[in-house]
């Protein structure tokens, strides 16, 4: 006669237990950073881009050294800097075509088919503390930068751009500096991206309107 098979529950031990918990908990807080650029109001946007466009110039302006906050080792000049490189290379990416150049302490060039200009508002380096005994989303690192493109002809258009780079699952180990030059070069990104496209930024981000 045949035996019967059945089909048992088994308990895994405590130890195969605490591996997949462990695993989990590693690929959570592996998720990385996440960073989000916003637009806190509408933009101004007065036209469309020129036709054929084949040059630009860069145009920061100097942070203010209050404007940076909770980073120790981020100068306003260094700051100004590294946004600049940032934002060219962001343009470069979008539009190989353009010949984009970075203007220097005697101002933006008139010859240049487009002036881009960027005022940073802020740098605020947040909690790494927060960042990685919380997580969720606490102890962000936040910047915004104002914005304005400008023709040969006049003003194209100007917006406020915010990015917040953040940790959801926590345990973030990365440095309050390497996670300001991530949220720098998110902020260039999106800069870039409206730069290119105003309108289409805008609807993109679904601005709130004017308070």
Known sequence: ??????HSSTTAPPSACWKNTSSLLFLLFCAGCVSTGEMPEHATIHGPLPQDIRSAVVQVMPIKPEAIKNVEK??????TAQFAGYLKDAL???????????ADERGAPSDQDLTITTDLLEIDGGSAALRFWIGLNTGGVQSKVKVSIAGKTGDIASANISERTVCPAGACTESTEAMVQRNLKNLAADVAEFVVDPAGYEKKKAAKPKT
């Open 1 to 6: 006669m045949d035996s019967l098979r059945t």
């Open 74 to 79: 981020l100068t306003p000049t260094d700051a």
């Open 92 to 102: 470069a990416q979008k539009e190989p075509a353009w010949q984009i150049k970075l």
